[in-house]
């Protein structure tokens, strides 16, 4: 997948995550309309895969620090390594129902990286199930979608992507972002 | 037939469709996403759609085909051409998913059996329907053209 990204400070990257094709055309549409830039994959495989995450480092981060420790480099150079082969991803946007790994799973994996945890993830759904919307929640999902989406419900990932973009700026440049809390509406 | 012309014919054809039940809202979003700088993007999704539906509805009558069926493995292909109706707005092909949906829940292959046929004729109607809109859409596109 080689791609040539101009990594644009002023634009916000969304990675998203479904193995439907159509789905895959239609969030990419509507993410570049409102001037996101994307990248769409197939898998959550794939997703960990472009934010250079293997399915090892994203299960295991004590096993993370035990490798770096027996090697030379430093664990924050590694977390730089991740974050730029993650082409500064500032959300990721994941369908639910998919073979192998679910989004719930895909959910899990990025919270529980140190490299990734603090990106933005929103889960879209065909299916409008209470549970499976309160856990994702629960389990640091910010938003839960139900499809098919609309532009109104792109509109609503905004203030999502200022608080993920606020955690790549030096910290002597902090901006207070706005912390939208949602409840699965 | 002029332009204008045309395009009433399109919008109201596509019209038909909304009060028909063989399309609905969802397909007037993804009208909304066609523009200058994605033209063709309708007939792109249309296009998708119809390759998609075709692949699963041969996949679901393989399946229906053997004596033992594999409900889940139908099951995740009913999911996913409800999944694709649904996001295209093809309303009534979505429901007759639903049937099928029941029957697999319900492991009653004969069900599934005349569920599939409903599929079948729901998807073959829209895909005539769709060629008839698409067929618009160009003529549309070409005297826009022309007219440059």
Request: hydrophobic share 35%.
């Amino acid at each position: 997948m080689g791609m040539a990204i101009d990594r644009d400070d002023t634009q916000f990257h969304v990675l998203a995550v479904d193995d439907s094709l159509i789905d895959r055309k239609l969030i990419e549409r509507l993410l570049k309309t409102s001037s996101f830039q994307v990248t769409a994959v197939d898998s959550g495989s794939k997703a960990l895969e472009f934010l250079g995450l293997n399915n090892n480092d994203a299960d295991d981060d004590e096993e993370d620090e035990q490798r770096d420790s027996n090697t030379e480099s430093v664990s924050s150079d590694e977390d730089q390594d991740h974050q730029d082969l993650g082409l500064g991803v500032n959300l990721i946007i994941t369908d639910y129902c998919m073979p192998g790994m679910t989004g719930y799973d895909l959910l899990k994996k990025i919270k529980k990286s140190s490299s990734f945890k603090d990106i933005p993830v929103v889960i879209m759904s065909s299916e409008n199930i209470p549970s499976r919307i309160s856990r994702c929640l629960e389990d640091g999902a910010e938003e839960f979608l139900l499809k098919p989406v609309q532009l109104s419900d792109v509109n609503k990932l905004r203030p999502h992507l200022m608080k993920g973009r606020s955690k790549d700026i030096d910290s002597s440049h902090k901006t207070t972002s706005t912390r939208l809390i949602t409840s699965g509406n | 037939m002029d332009l204008a012309a045309l395009k009433t014919q399109l919008k109201n054809f596509v019209q038909s469709m909304f009060e028909e039940g063989v399309l609905d809202n969802q397909f007037s979003q993804i009208q909304a996403l066609q523009d200058s700088t994605n033209p063709n993007f309708v007939e792109e999704v249309i296009t998708l759609f119809c390759n998609d539906a075709e692949r699963i509805i041969n996949e679901i009558n393989r399946n229906l085909g053997y004596q033992n069926v594999d409900f889940s493995n139908l099951d995740s292909y009913v999911h996913q051409l409800k999944g694709s109706s649904s996001s295209i707005g093809a309303n009534r092909l979505k429901l007759a998913c639903a049937n099928l949906r029941q029957a697999s829940d319900e492991r009653n292959k004969e069900g599934c059996l005349q569920a599939v046929q409903l599929i079948t004729c729901e998807y073959c109607l829209l895909r005539r329907k769709f060629q008839a809109l698409l067929h618009l859409e160009r003529s549309i596109v070409e005297l826009e053209t022309n007219q440059k």
